[in-house]
């Protein structure tokens, strides 16, 4: 079946059977057509495989400020030999040069040097040799007689590339042409294109049995529809969403803190010794020569520095304490509120960003986002938090779950929640979970036991899009972030 053509792409056949290689612009000449038909007939005409487009990139210069100063008034070194053939003895001082020429004064004297056309004798300038006409002069005197700008393939581009090093003196900047031409398969289409085709510009007629319609425009059925690309939130902004609706629906409520915390809340009251190694700046980002005034009252400040010195046997430091810090975690948002607000009974959670100072990897980013989770009560207990964590990954579609005992510093006892990833054939750890420890729940007058846990939620988007490297997140690749659907 023969293909079906367009009038705007017989015009261009047509054209092109004569000419060959001919540019967009020279196209709308000859055609005829306006220049948004010739660029759409191309895109159907490569399309179709009839034309084939060379796209090229040129270089052209014009001058820039100080080029045209120097084309009207001459080069600074030209002006300065200029200014020493006007004195007797053609030569003066230094001074005197410096006031004619102020701030082109060291050029002239470096490039008039180089040239070989002064030299320096006793703080006194002194003309000599030749002065003949540079190549710098001559190539700014051939660009300012083109406003529009000379191709760099008709310089000398050592010596444009002399003069780029001097600012302002010449711009230099591409530019891109497309130069169309049939292939074999548009040569053969264009010999069967009929002299006596009428263009109609993008007129339709309804009814080709009426005696005045000549022709009717033909329309390809077959033609791709053009892509329209609708506007959406990010991928990972839908997980979080999901997260948060998912606690939502579990009865928890939002509690939201500050990225910069203390050190106080982001460590000390999580019972974390001031010497542990992720405190080091290594590990965390602190804010520099800032520290908190009101860090907590004197009751809670009191009670947790007593069970560092008596947990870790060390002098607790206030002092330390005082440090502001981009929070490493959002259980410090958690834990303030339970101290603060002394919950008998409680479904709280936090999402959030947080910082740690990592190297960037396949696996780590230096800021993400963490969803922590925190129950209170008088009975609950570990297999109520299996419970919880169970249902909560259900409703994110993930059915293949198990538990590990692990360690984590503020929870006892404390497990890993292992997940069966279908994509690698294997069990992949995601949150970490537990029950505060005593030391940490005790000082802050926090009377019931509470069930905690927390993760990563960059780490459930990559399950969720089949993704292995977490920083293609925040690539914002378009093809990508087009390709995931809405829906899941």
Not at 32 to 58: C, M, P, Y
Not at 127 to 155: A, Q
Not at 233 to 254: A, K, M, Q
Not at 278 to 305: C, G, H, P, W
Request: hydrophobic share 40%; net charge neutral; with cysteine.
């Amino acid at each position: 079946m023969s293909q079906v053509l367009h009038p705007i792409e017989q015009k261009l056949l047509k054209t092109l059977i004569v000419q060959q290689n001919l540019s967009p612009e020279e196209l709308c000449e000859i055609s005829k057509l306006s220049i948004d038909q010739v660029r759409r007939g191309i895109e159907w005409l490569k399309f179709k495989n009839l034309a084939s487009v060379i796209e090229t990139e040129k270089n052209f210069v014009t001058l820039g400020k100080r080029g045209t100063e120097a084309h009207e008034k001459g080069f600074p070194e030209r002006q300065l030999v200029n200014h020493l053939r006007s004195l007797q003895g053609y030569s003066c001082e230094m001074n005197d040069v410096k006031n004619l020429l102020q701030n082109e004064f060291g050029p002239a004297i470096a490039n008039a040097k180089k040239n070989g056309w002064v030299e320096i004798v006793e703080n006194r300038i002194m003309l000599k040799g030749y002065h003949d006409v540079t190549s710098e002069e001559k190539i700014i005197k051939t660009v300012s007689k083109n406003p529009s700008g000379v191709s760099v393939d008709e310089l000398d581009k050592d010596v444009v590339e002399s003069l780029k090093k001097r600012p302002e003196f010449i711009i230099v900047s591409s530019k891109k042409s497309a130069l169309v031409s049939l292939t074999e398969k548009g040569i053969e289409s264009a010999k069967t294109v009929q002299d006596t085709i009428e263009f109609i510009a993008d007129v339709e007629v309804t009814s080709s049995t009426e005696p005045e319609a000549k022709s009717v425009r033909a329309i390809d059925v077959e033609a791709t529809a053009p892509t329209v690309f609708a506007a959406k939130s990010h991928p990972l902004r839908d997980v979080i969403d999901e997260v948060r609706e998912i606690f939502v629906s579990l009865g928890f409520s939002e509690i939201i803190g500050n990225n910069v915390q203390s050190s106080f809340w982001n460590f000390d009251a999580l019972f974390t010794p001031q010497d542990h190694p992720a405190r080091e700046m290594q590990d965390t980002f602190y804010l520099k020569d800032i520290k908190a005034k009101n860090i907590a009252n004197l009751s809670q400040i009191k009670k947790v520095s007593d069970a560092h010195k008596k947990g870790w046997n060390y002098q607790w430091q206030s002092e330390e304490a005082k440090r502001l810090v981009l929070r490493t975690h959002t259980t410090c948002v958690t834990i303030r509120e339970l101290a603060d607000k002394k919950h008998d009974e409680a479904r709280l959670f936090s999402i959030g960003r947080v910082f740690r100072n990592e190297k960037l990897s396949y696996k780590h980013l230096a800021e993400f986002h963490q969803v922590e989770g925190v129950v209170v009560g008088k009975n609950v207990t570990l297999r109520d938090l299996m419970g919880l964590q169970t249902e909560f990954y259900h409703k994110m579609g993930i059915k293949k779950i198990k538990f590990w005992p692990t360690f984590f510093p503020y929870t006892e006892p404390s497990l890993q929640s292992m997940i069966y990833n279908e994509k690698l054939g294997k069990w992949v750890e995601l949150f970490g979970m537990g029950i505060f420890r005593p030391e940490v729940t005790q000082p802050l007058g926090i009377k019931n036991p509470v069930l905690a846990w927390g993760g990563g939620i960059e780490r459930i988007a990559m399950l969720r899009y089949g993704l292995t490297d977490v920083r293609e997140l925040y690539e914002n690749k378009f093809g990508w972030l087009r390709s995931v659907p809405k829906c899941q």
